[in-house]
């Protein structure tokens, strides 16, 4: 019997405490109170302490707000450190998914695995996603600069902005500016991707 991508998701807490210690790391480089951090995230300052506690369980969109808030990759929130090994093997049943709070498993079927970020020339995350059928997701904007290029490998997405409306298959590539609103929805599902994030040289 098959499993949906939300329920081969790991436990939802599994991420608590990276993220924990480090968002109370990059908060404290960066100088920021939880209130003034929570103010450029446009999250309740309850919410921040919670999170930064142990104790939130944040979805994707309130990790990425606090990445871009802080000036920092997504994933600086859920790992130590970057690789800096010369070869890097990620295999596909690593414990890399990154754990959906309940309203990301409401919003719809959506696993994201972090695979790399790497910082030792153009500093780039790369991510793998599984869409269910009819899944739709709506993304706010990344850090500023920041462009997406995203390779599908399997089914067919719609990808749109308020600039762009764009339908790419299996074995099309799509790049664009992420640093905006944009939305995904599945045409022919489900759908697999990878998508590399390029940061912008000051990020």
């Avoid at 130590?80 to 414990?95: C, F, I, K, T």
């Avoid at 790369?126 to 990344?142: S, T, Y």
């Avoid at 490998?153 to 308020?162: D, K, R």
Wanted: with cysteine; proline share 4%; hydrophobic share 45%.
């Amino acid at each position: 019997m098959s499993t949906s991508p939300a329920e081969r998701t790991s436990h939802p807490g599994s991420a608590a405490q990276p993220i924990a210690r480090n968002l109370r790391r990059w908060r404290t480089a960066r100088g920021l109170t939880l209130s003034a951090l929570a103010e450029q995230a446009g999250i309740a300052k309850s919410t921040v302490s919670l999170i930064e506690s142990g104790q939130g369980n944040p979805s994707i969109d309130t990790v990425w707000a606090l990445a871009s808030a802080l000036g920092v990759p997504f994933a600086s929130l859920l790992h130590d450190e970057s690789p800096n090994e010369d070869v890097v093997v990620v295999r596909e049943d690593a414990d890399s998914v990154i754990g959906l709070d309940e309203a990301d498993l409401r919003a719809g079927g959506l696993v994201l695995r972090h695979m790399l970020t790497r910082t030792g020339g153009a500093l780039i995350e790369i991510f793998a996603a599984v869409l269910d059928e009819g899944a739709v997701r709506h993304a706010n904007a990344h850090v500023s600069g920041l462009f997406e290029h995203i390779l599908v490998a399997e089914g067919a997405v719609e990808f749109s902005s308020e600039s762009f409306c764009e339908v790419v298959r299996q074995g099309d590539l799509i790049s664009f500016r992420a640093d905006r609103p944009h939305s995904y929805r599945v045409i022919d599902g489900p759908v697999r991707l990878f998508s590399i994030h390029e940061y912008p040289t000051l990020a």
